[in-house]
């Protein structure tokens, strides 16, 4: 009889290629790995993931926690060679030029929350008493709670799909990029996530190459906080 770590593997295996089937560019890995393996890549092939790949991640994402099952979440997926030089084009700072960082990415997603749908749902009758139907009566904005946790995910299931990921934010020209793509005035921008294959020279970088990972047990408090 298999061990039931060994029963876990095998239904995780047969789950996984249940959903994304036979693909080559998908293989089953043990959580743990996916997560240790997940690292900001700033360098990219060219080559463009296939975009059934690339959905089949953002389903993921949009699987994430949301506050009162919301759901106030968009994902603009730039994969179009034209569409994605325009981004870079776009987000050009000429102080900064963060493509010198990305090897620009052949696919830019930006993850967008939308306040409106959490005001909607808790405007509700079962979630009156929580009197969350104004956005200053919210404590914390779980639409950017949300936000991250879904980016997370999907850089997981990025990593999980064979592909890497790198999560920043846009220092310059998100008007631009807002009136290029017709993003609507009322959507919050969480973040973007360049997503593709790392390129072959690609060498580690960034504060993680030349800071220490605080020990777990600074970080760690159990029961009462630890001074």
Not at 86 to 98: A, G, M
Not at 123 to 138: G, H, I, Q, V
């Amino acid at each position: 009889m298999l061990p039931l770590s060994a029963f876990g593997s095998q239904l995780s295996a047969w789950a996984f290629s249940s959903w994304f089937g036979s693909d080559p560019y998908h293989g089953a890995m043990e959580f743990s790995d996916v997560v240790r393996k997940r690292r900001s890549i700033r360098s990219y092939r060219a080559e463009v993931p296939p975009s059934d790949v690339v959905d089949r991640i953002i389903d993921t994402a949009r699987r994430a926690p949301s506050a009162g099952f919301s759901q106030g979440l968009d994902f603009l997926v730039l994969d179009d060679p034209g569409a994605v030089a325009t981004f870079w084009r776009l987000t050009d700072d000429p102080d900064h030029d963060v493509r010198e960082t990305t090897g620009e990415a052949p696919v830019v997603v930006l993850v967008f929350s939308d306040p409106k749908r959490y005001l909607a749902r808790y405007s509700e009758s079962d979630k009156l008493e929580f009197e969350l139907d104004d956005l200053d009566r919210w404590p914390v904005r779980f639409w950017d709670v949300d936000g991250g946790m879904a980016a997370m995910q999907l850089q997981l299931a990025a990593v999980d799909a064979g592909l890497d990921t790198w999560f920043f934010g846009i220092g310059y020209g998100e008007d631009a990029v807002r009136s290029e793509f017709s993003v609507p005035d009322d959507r919050m921008m969480v973040g973007l996530i360049a997503l593709g294959y790392r390129a072959d020279d690609e060498a580690p970088t960034g504060s993680g190459t030349t800071r220490q990972r605080r020990p777990l047990g600074d970080q760690l408090h159990r029961n009462t906080w630890k001074l």
